[in-house]
């Protein structure tokens, strides 16, 4: 009798244990997954209509009591949530498709990180999802604008690094010449700098790398003098993607006076005046006046040592103001059809005060 109750008493104590264990087992375990990883997928920026991806992971509540999500605390760097089931009871024994949303918040590239789900009752286990994703940007260029200043008879040539980022299984980036716009330049080469490179990747069969192709453009002819600006477009085969690049081109004179305008003052009719400018140039120019209105050149005198340019002008006959300018012809052995520079010369024509030479 004795040795029956003290079974007994075995027996149900050995009963509360294995209940007790379980429920322990279930507090700290509310929620069964599916798949503790959530994969987002590949996306191309320029193709996603909105930031926010969404999957759905099957999730099952354990049969000890209801559970409630409060909270989703990630640490990807982007938004995480999971608004259909927040704060909405989950039924014991219930199954449930649990959407998820990432908001991408601007990230490009691969995205990974874990999701905390805050539960009541409280979990003595954290209840943690691993989740990732991959947004591919659009095809980069660098640099993505152009702003270049030369001087007039120089070639332009430039280089550009094309970036790309594709799955393993696409072909490999191709530039489309013959699609793309590229005035002024010409295409002198282009390049793969580097084929494949392998990203890092976690539980994704279809890998991802990243193309870098070097395009090299130039100019095979003189742009004119002052300010181009224009819009280059890249093409590229098999992409509907067409790449824009600004470019602003300022060709400047190879030549230059230190003052664009000369005021004489008062001078007598048809008094003659003697102008010095300095210059700047290139070594194998030469200078002479090559059309004049209003006021007549009489001789053009440069001086090499002191990068000085002498004008002996004569002014007008008839009194009061006057306007004029001097187109100053550059010539060169090496750049053909440089053109001029205009000086503005006025002047006051009346009784002269005196004074044969202006220096600037």
């Known amino acids: ?101 990432l908001d991408l918040q601007g990230r490009v ?16 286990t954290p209840v943690i999802l691993r989740v990732s994703a991959f947004v591919v940007a659009d095809i980069a260029v660098h640099p993505s604008q152009l702003r270049l200043r030369a001087e007039y008879g120089s070639y332009l040539d430039e280089r550009f690094i094309i970036r790309y980022h594709r799955l393993h299984t696409e072909p490999e980036i191709v530039f489309d010449e013959e699609f793309s716009r590229l005035t002024p330049f010409v295409v002198a080469d282009v390049r793969p700098k580097r084929r494949g490179i392998p990203l890092r990747q976690i539980n994704r069969a ?31 085969k098999g992409l509907d993607q067409v790449v824009r690049l600004p470019a602003t081109i300022i060709i400047e004179h190879p030549a230059g006076l230190s003052v664009d305008h000369v005021f004489l003052g008062r001078v007598g009719p048809g008094e003659h005046r003697s102008l010095q400018i300095p210059v700047s140039y290139q070594a194998e120019f030469t200078f002479a006046a090559l059309k004049t209105s209003t006021v007549d ?16 002008i004569r002014a007008p006959e008839q009194s009061g103001r006057f306007e004029g300018w001097i187109d100053i012809h550059v010539e060169g052995t090496q750049i053909a059809l440089v053109p001029p520079i205009r000086l503005h010369v006025s002047g006051l024509i009346g009784e002269s005060h005196g004074g044969s030479e202006e220096n600037f």
């Open 1 to 101: 009798m004795e040795w029956r109750d003290r079974s007994g008493y075995a027996f149900i104590g050995f009963f509360f244990f294995l209940g007790g264990a379980a429920g322990c087992t279930l507090e700290s375990e509310p929620l069964r997954f599916e798949s503790r990883f959530v994969d987002f997928g590949l996306h191309r920026k320029n193709e996603l209509e909105e930031r926010i991806l969404r999957r759905s992971v099957s999730i099952d509540v354990w049969k000890r009591s209801d559970v409630v999500i409060r909270e989703v605390i990630g640490d990807c760097g982007c938004g995480l949530s999971v608004r259909e089931l927040l704060d909405q009871p989950l039924r014991a024994g219930s199954a449930h498709a649990m959407p998820i949303e």
């Open 109 to 124: 590239g691969e995205i990974v990180g874990q999701a905390l789900l805050v539960t009541e009752p409280a979990s003595t």
């Open 206 to 236: 279809d890998g991802v790398v990243l193309d870098e192709v070097e395009l090299r453009l130039r100019t095979d002819q003189f742009l004119a003098i002052g300010v181009h600006d224009e819009s280059l477009e890249l093409a590229f």
């Open 297 to 312: 050149v009489l001789s053009v005198d440069f001086d090499q040592a002191s990068s000085m340019l002498t004008f002996e």
